[in-house]
């Protein structure tokens, strides 16, 4: 068996929740391949309290450009808040470093060919913390829908019903275009419908509606989407922070086979439910249950994986033309919603107006004057 390259260098930038929880309990498992030797904070008080925290000798800095002329790290961690993202990916990126960044990797698809931009004139790669693909039974579920054997997927649903209340846009960046780039669409289904564009494959157009029902944001709080594959499957998608009974849910109905998961921040091998239609044997149906292996989607799976190709020196899962068509659905859902019309894949580039925002400047959804 190939012997594993050094420990990898890593550096946070942003020490809050996402970061001192998710990442810090990523990078401890896999306290054999990584070593976390800086973190960045503007705020002082919260950089020592996360010190402390990591233990070892962690360097502290207040500035993301003197941690990278005087670390140089491997990888980059980013947990900052989404209209940051940009400028950090791209100056990790520069420097020579990895980046794994929290969702939304960046604000518009502009921003987006920027980052391309950087990882080809690199040679690094950005990643974006989409965890809910890395669990073993997503990873089974895909296998068997791509190897045809639940038969072609037909109808599918894809459901992030959430609550959120005005506390948490009191929050000044939360639920403004420019510091998060959206409402529900863009901060919280992101992860359910970015799993069902994995599991089925390129989207080929999309209808949507949103509205702004309760919350006093500029984005919506509420989005719905019908959505035609480039299989010819068709799905409904809908991104909500206004219910009460919290859920995250995923059904696709195929030749041979209802997949089912439900779960709500994160999916274990039980949340998957397979339901054969009445011709398929009880003999073949048996074949579909997920592996005996249960590896829970969490950043720890998808950091294992983004090791495995820097060791490999190949571009990591989560980049690339694969984070961009994320990226682009929801562009395509806001388009569509805002404008009427359906969208088409490959529609949105320089020159349309949603290619540089996603609320493409609409009047009614445009940013509004803040005292």
Same mark, same amino acid.
């Given at each position: 068996?190939?012997?594993?390259?050094?420990?990898?260098?890593?550096?946070?930038?942003?020490?809050?929740?996402?970061?001192?929880?998710?990442?810090?309990?990523a990078?401890?498992?896999?306290?054999?391949?990584?070593?976390?030797?800086?973190?960045?904070?503007?705020?002082?008080?919260?950089?020592?309290?996360?010190?402390?925290?990591?233990?070892?000798?962690?360097?502290?800095?207040?500035?993301?450009?003197?941690?990278?002329?005087?670390?140089?790290?491997?990888?980059?961690?980013?947990g900052?808040?989404?209209?940051?993202?940009?400028?950090?990916?791209?100056?990790?990126?520069?420097?020579?470093?990895?980046?794994?960044?929290?969702?939304?990797?960046?604000?518009?698809?502009?921003?987006?060919?920027?980052?391309?931009?950087?990882?080809?004139s690199?040679?690094?790669?950005?990643?974006?913390?989409?965890q809910?693909?890395?669990?073993?039974?997503?990873?089974?579920?895909?296998?068997?829908?791509?190897?045809g054997r639940?038969?072609?997927p037909?109808?599918?649903?894809?459901?992030?019903?959430?609550?959120?209340?005005?506390?948490?846009?009191?929050? +000044?960046?939360?639920?403004?275009?420019?510091?998060?780039?959206?409402?529900?669409?863009?901060?919280?289904?992101i992860?359910?419908?970015?799993?069902?564009?994995?599991?089925?494959?390129?989207?080929?157009?999309?209808?949507?509606?949103?509205?702004?029902?309760?919350?006093?944001?500029?984005?919506?709080?509420?989005?719905?989407?019908?959505?035609?594959?480039?299989?010819?499957?068709?799905?409904?998608?809908?991104?909500?922070?206004?219910?009460?009974?919290?859920?995250?849910?995923?059904?696709?109905?195929?030749?041979?086979?209802?997949?089912?998961?439900?779960?709500?921040?994160?999916?274990?091998?039980?949340?998957?439910?397979?339901?054969?239609?009445?011709?398929?044997?009880?003999?073949?149906?048996?074949?579909?249950? +997920? +592996?005996?292996?249960?590896?829970?989607?969490?950043?720890?799976?998808?950091?294992?994986?983004?090791?495995?190709?820097?060791?490999?020196?190949?571009? +990591?899962?989560?980049?690339?033309?694969?984070?961009?068509?994320?990226?682009?659905?929801?562009?395509?859902?806001?388009?569509?919603?805002?404008t009427?019309?359906?969208?088409?894949?490959?529609?949105?580039?320089?020159?349309?107006?949603?290619?540089?925002?996603?609320?493409?400047?609409?009047?009614d959804?445009?940013?509004?004057?803040?005292?």
């Amino acid at each position: 068996m190939p012997q594993r390259p050094h420990r990898r260098s890593v550096a946070v930038v942003g020490t809050g929740a996402i970061v001192s929880g998710s990442h810090l309990s990523a990078l401890r498992a896999h306290a054999d391949r990584v070593e976390l030797v800086a973190a960045v904070d503007v705020d002082e008080g919260r950089l020592e309290a996360f010190r402390q925290l990591a233990g070892g000798e962690v360097a502290g800095y207040t500035s993301m450009d003197a941690m990278l002329d005087a670390v140089r790290p491997e990888l980059v961690l980013i947990g900052t808040p989404p209209s940051l993202h940009r400028e950090q990916t791209t100056a990790a990126l520069k420097s020579g470093a990895w980046v794994l960044c929290e969702k939304p990797l960046c604000l518009s698809l502009a921003e987006y060919d920027e980052i391309a931009a950087a990882e080809e004139s690199s040679g690094a790669y950005a990643s974006v913390v989409f965890q809910h693909r890395y669990g073993s039974g997503a990873v089974h579920a895909r296998e068997l829908i791509a190897g045809g054997r639940v038969g072609a997927p037909l109808v599918a649903h894809c459901q992030t019903t959430w609550h959120r209340d005005a506390a948490y846009y009191a929050v +000044p960046w939360r639920g403004r275009w420019a510091t998060e780039g959206g409402g529900p669409t863009m901060g919280h289904g992101i992860h359910q419908y970015d799993l069902l564009l994995h599991l089925l494959g390129p989207w080929a157009e999309v209808r949507a509606m949103a509205a702004r029902l309760v919350h006093d944001t500029e984005s919506e709080d509420v989005s719905t989407a019908l959505v035609r594959f480039g299989s010819g499957a068709l799905a409904t998608v809908v991104n909500s922070v206004l219910s009460p009974d919290e859920v995250s849910r995923i059904r696709i109905d195929c030749a041979d086979a209802t997949i089912e998961l439900t779960h709500l921040y994160g999916h274990r091998n039980d949340d998957w439910v397979y339901t054969p239609a009445p011709h398929v044997a009880a003999g073949y149906a048996a074949a579909w249950h +997920p +592996p005996a292996a249960d590896v829970p989607s969490s950043h720890a799976a998808q950091l294992g994986a983004l090791l495995d190709a820097y060791d490999s020196g190949v571009r +990591p899962p989560g980049s690339g033309p694969d984070a961009r068509a994320t990226l682009e659905f929801a562009a395509a859902l806001y388009k569509s919603a805002f404008t009427g019309p359906p969208v088409l894949a490959g529609e949105i580039g320089p020159g349309d107006p949603f290619y540089p925002a996603m609320h493409g400047d609409h009047p009614d959804w445009a940013p509004k004057e803040r005292a």
